[in-house]
């Protein structure tokens, strides 16, 4: 089982704070915006914030989204974090179509400003929201989530929100207002959690343990 976790730099977001969360949960990490150590990683952690275009504007002209993809279609696994999971999908409608990694079938579209009954919800989504099971899904066993208990409540702050095709692929929600929003997501070595687990205390670790030791 290897530990070592390649961070990939594509100069959006935090990434200290997450290389801090990883090593604390016992990973080797090294950050790299070099497409071939990309490629050779044995394990990668796709961070990032803000908007899905620049996102991947970013990871296509340094080269990095063809290397993210080679590596999955290897089996490297992959996780993808608050935008990083954004852009795991096949497109995202923030300022206009724009296309994804497509690793996971679905599409990125903006959280409802309203509730069925009118009230206004406060866009961009910023707090803490517990974890639920998404409809039909009975558990999270065998997921990163599995020793997680519904109701965990976890960090979030964005304004769009994913909506994979398949409801295998979606793990787990969170309710915002009457809205199911997909706080994790999943397809065979591919994972996203559109919450920070760096910033969601030691519930947050235990998901980035469970990615850290996975083999």
């Known amino acids: 089982m290897s530990r070592e976790i390649t961070l990939i730099d594509y100069g959006v977001g935090n990434l200290f704070s997450v290389a801090r969360a990883l090593e604390h949960c ?3 990490v090294s950050i790299s915006a070099d497409p071939d150590e990309v490629r050779r990683a044995s394990k990668l952690l796709l961070p990032g ?11 296509s002209e340094k ?26 999908l096949d497109s995202s409608d923030e300022f206009g179509l724009g296309h994804g990694l497509g690793l996971i079938p679905g599409k990125v579209v903006a959280i ?15 707090g803490w929201n517990g974890l639920v099971l998404p409809i039909g899904r009975k558990g999270w066993q065998g997921s990163l989530l599995e020793t997680t208990p519904v109701g965990t409540p976890m960090y979030f702050v964005h304004s769009f929100m994913a909506c994979p095709d398949a409801s295998e692929h979606r793990l787990a929600d969170c309710l915002y207002g009457d809205t199911r929003v997909a706080a994790v997501i999943g397809r065979d070595n591919v994972w996203g959690a559109q919450f920070h687990p760096e910033k969601s205390g030691e519930a947050g670790l235990k998901v980035l343990r469970h990615f850290v030791e996975r083999s």
Do not use: Y
Request: net charge neutral; proline share 5%; with cysteine.
């Open 49 to 59: 914030v803000g908007a899905f275009g620049n996102g991947m504007q970013r990871l």
């Open 26 to 28: 016992g990973a080797q």
């Open 63 to 88: 080269g990095i989204d063809l290397a993210v993809t080679e590596a999955v279609s290897r089996g490297t696994p992959l996780l993808g974090v608050c935008l990083g999971m954004q852009l795991l």
């Open 112 to 126: 409802p400003e309203h509730t069925a009954d009118g009230s206004r919800l406060k866009i961009p989504h910023i």
